[in-house]
């Protein structure tokens, strides 16, 4: 297997139903999200593609209040670091989480965020 | 390989300036090559770093601009683009050049102009250097990668605000004897604590400023250098990378880009972290003041915090960290701050800091990341 094992308009299309996708190397079995070409554990280019359960908690996060300007109306925001129940860790904004009941190590799970144009990855309440 | 010294270093103040990046530039490439004596026309190469030219002032190939501009325009020149390190990326190629013998004299510099735009937009542009597939869409800005850093830091090594807040003050303290430097006024820990949120726990006075600037310095061959009055020579320039994504890193609390380049720089020099005396590292977070000075091994991973809060990092303290004030209080031009660093250590080791001299200095080190940790450049240079 060399062809991409799942391009980026594919991981988004699976996000926006709600399915995070992840990929497993056929060679050693280490998982990565977001997808990359070669193993970055073992070297080789195969992957299979695997659905993940969503489900981690958070490692670190903060509270964005000065905001690029795309998102000027939107500020106050959390984003987190999430470490998956697979190991893999991942960025995403919090959504429906109170900015002040945010800890380190609060179970969150997976969450899009779909906009018009584009689809995000979020974490909101387990 | 051929030894390589820095021959000549000039620096803008920094801060605001109604002048283009490339007339910043110009103008400390004039005061490096002055600094060398050396004509601009014993230069052989330019090697350039600027960000975001493309975005504020509507100009890519920064290069051959900034060569014109300073009257050297058929020299080869290269513009280098590592975010935040850029021109210590270019520095690094630049040695090597000399190094390999290519080139005997070479100018490496950098420059940016920001503050002709809005703090909204400097910020949107800066944080073009996050991924723009997984990152950049949640909205994430600089000030929230490292507060992201920051937390992880808090969380595993019980690092304090106040800890993260005595960096800045120490950097205030010395950039108030820093003629050029962007503040030149002493804050308190007290002022710090109280600023307000920029990205939670980072507050105003932990975030260096945005800041107009230019900075060059003139390296040399030895053969070269030996007819020029103070060489510095560059010891060890080493680089390291790491994941582009903050969620491809396992432990936030610690940047491996720094341990990696620091590794190497050391091994090159044939030094460890005890032999030196002067360092100018990337502060453009407090906590990132704390996480390099463990990275860089001067402390043990989780002990920057109490370093900072103890005094050790002050001038007179164990180990002196950014006696120019830093990125912090000198600022932050972020194409020109690896060149501007790398002339401090020079000045340093040349005993012409003045008020802000590291007493008795012989090796120093220079320090600089880009963006969200994923590019890191360490130098280290020494004197006869």
Redesign the interface.
Known sequence: MTETAVT?SQFFAGAREGRLTGVRCAGCGALA??PKEFCPACGRRGWEVVTLSGEGTI??????????????G??P?A?A??TLREG??????VVDIPLDALV?GLPVRFRPLASKD?T??GFGPA | MRRVAVIGVGVTKFGLHDRTSAELFADAAGDALTDAGIAASAVQALYYGNVVGGETEHQLHTGPQAASVLGIPSVPTTRFETACASSHAAFRHAVMEIAAGVSDVILVGGAERVLNVSTAESTEYFAYASDAVWEQPLGLTFPGVFALIARAHMEKYGTTEAQMAAVAVKNHRHGALNPKAQFQKQITIDQVLRSAYVADPLKLLDCCPFSDGGAAVVLASEEVARRHRKPVWVLASAAASDWMLLGDKRDLARVPATERAAAAAYRQAGLGPTDVDVVELHDCFTIAEIVATEGLGLFEPGAGGVAAENGWTSLGGKVPVNPSGGLKAKGHPIGATGAAQVAEIVTQLRGEAERRQVDGAKVGLAHTLGGNTATVLVSLFGRD
């Open positions: 980026l999200i977001p490692a670190s996060f903060t509270v964005i209040r000065v905001p690029p300007r795309a998102f000027a939107e500020a925001y984003i670091a999430v893999v860790s991942i960025l995403g904004r380190v584009q995000s990855l």
